[in-house]
């Protein structure tokens, strides 16, 4: 054989070499066959800074979503350089607010981002006019991001507050916990013992134990002071951060008629009957946006 052939039956023989190694790493790339698995996050980020004043500027959709260049559809985020040890719903009920939900949006994601957590934004829209149901926008949360995902842990979310301090874990623990203790419109001061609305966080079978919140509550008021009963009766105690950590800015808006049966309602209430097992709505629209996931529905009376 001359030393020409030997030559190019080697360079042939090399490029098969290269271009079969580079197709064999791409298949692996392709089928996301993981060589080696990520590590789990520390138990405690690294990347929260504490105390962080409130983002205010109400940017277009556009830019919040290109400055959102690791969040994928629906508003779903995962750390790219460890394996998230809290799999979040935060469930966001909605109706006419869109400058709020711009603010929300815009402080949420980067707070929430820094505590490496695997998280997903729902905002439950009530589409027709009427009183809003807050309670019942809540239960309609937990029931589609369930279908969706595995998620260890439910956030109920007002869209009107903002966590000041990043140390505010948005996870959960062994009792349902109130998250929003401290906000500035009640002077940082949690305004009485039993409040539980805002922000709070449940495990789904916590939740499910209570039945969720009762679907009974149209307009303001009530609903979260029910969730408190519930809670109770099932002998669960709610948990709190200190008010340093629990920080909330809340945005200020005209206040809400308050619904004047409230208080019979919240007599009458029977967990047992009324929540997640009575729950009715129609489903008008789910859709994965760039910043959230949003379901959209009408209300229909239990
Ligand atoms: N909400 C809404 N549109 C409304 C009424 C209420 O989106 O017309 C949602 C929103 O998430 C809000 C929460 O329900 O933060 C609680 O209502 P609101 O803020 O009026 O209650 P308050 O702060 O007076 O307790
Ligand atoms: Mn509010």
Known sequence: MSLLKLFVILSISGLFL????????????????????????????????????????????????????????????????????????IIVPYRNRNAHLRIFLNNIHPFLQRQQLDYRIFIIQQLKTGPFNRGMLMNIGFTEAQRIYNFTCFIFHDVDLIPENDKNPYNCVDSPRHLSVAVDVFKYQLPFKNIFGGAIAMQADQFKSVNGFSNQFFGWGGEDDDLFNRVNKKMMSIFRYSEEISRYTMIKHVKQYPNPSRFKILKESNYEVDGLNSLNYKLDLIEERNLFTLVAVDLKPA
Request: hydrophobic residues 35%; charged residues 10%.
């Open 18 to 89: 290269v271009v079969g190694y580079g197709i064999f790493i791409n298949l692996f790339d392709f089928l996301e066959i993981n060589v080696t698995p990520l590590p789990f996050c520390p138990e405690i980020s690294p990347l929260t800074v504490g105390i962080q004043p409130v983002k205010w500027q109400i940017q277009t959709w556009y830019s919040m979503m290109e400055n959102q260049t690791e969040l994928q559809p629906g508003g779903h985020y995962t750390p790219q350089n460890c394996k998230s040890r809290h799999r979040v719903a």
